[in-house]
């Protein structure tokens, strides 16, 4: 293992136990079997490890969301569970490194505070990630979206999960959490996406056929 990674890691833990405010570098230094000098070489301060960890949080959700998009559609799933399943792995990604921890509402709001700019970078990957998965599925599986385009639709799915996470402090409990927003998803694919009509036959143009009358005139000639 990198000694970056190990000190993130060592961070996380630090972090999940102590809360932010009442954490330090020395405590992560020595998490990660390191003097404060060693740590002080990959990162300046508290602040600076914290908004790394945050920034890793991140990165390994939205490879989650990916992935588990994918293997949602190779199954078979619709829209619906394609959509659930992505936002499913992103939030266990954010939330299973601080699962237990006494201090996770207190670590989500430092998260805002210290890394907004982060949260604000990765917001725009997610939205992007749920605006291609819309496109495509809706693409192979002939379906078109009401009123709206797939960047619209993308929000209304992203409100559905701030509207949730409004109703759950931490998005704890995380089962009944994900298990209100699932049913908030099904229900704007329900009322904003049907089949795609299928495309009119355009009818050709019969010839018209001469009578027997003058067929009979025109042998004659």
């Known amino acids: 293992m990198k000694p970056r990674d190990r000190i993130l890691d060592a961070a996380m833990l630090v972090f999940r136990r102590q809360g932010f405010?009442?954490?330090?570098?020395e405590q992560a230094a020595e998490a990660a079997g390191l003097t404060r000098q060693a740590l002080y070489h990959h990162f300046k301060s508290k602040e600076e490890l914290f908004r790394a960890v945050i920034e890793r949080l991140h990165e390994n959700a939205l490879a989650a969301?990916?992935?588990?998009?994918?293997?949602t559609e190779k199954a078979g799933g619709?829209?619906?569970?394609i959509l659930i399943a992505e936002i499913t792995a992103r939030i266990g990604q954010l939330i299973a490194p601080l699962e237990g921890s006494p201090h996770i509402e207190e670590l989500f709001s430092e998260h805002l505070l210290?890394?907004?700019?982060?949260?604000?970078?990765?917001?725009?990957?997610?939205?992007?990630?749920?605006?291609?998965?819309i496109e495509r599925v809706c693409r192979k599986q002939r379906l078109a979206i009401k009123g709206m385009t797939a960047p619209d639709f993308?929000?209304?799915v992203e409100m559905a999960f701030n509207g949730t996470k409004s109703a759950y402090p931490a998005m704890q409990p995380a089962d009944a959490f994900l298990r209100d927003f699932g049913i908030m998803v099904r229900t704007?694919?329900?009322?904003?996406?049907s089949p795609s009509p299928k495309p009119r036959l355009r009818k050709t143009a019969r010839k018209p056929v001469a009578s027997k009358t003058a067929r009979k005139s025109g042998d004659r000639r």
């Open 114 to 133: 210290q890394a907004r700019d982060i949260y604000q970078k990765y917001a725009a990957h997610y939205a992007a990630q749920l605006t291609s998965t």
């Open 21 to 25: 405010r009442r954490s330090s570098i």
């Open 65 to 71: 969301e990916i992935a588990a998009g994918e293997a």
């Open 154 to 156: 993308a929000r209304c």
């Open 78 to 81: 619709g829209l619906a569970d």
């Open 188 to 193: 704007l694919v329900a009322g904003a996406v």
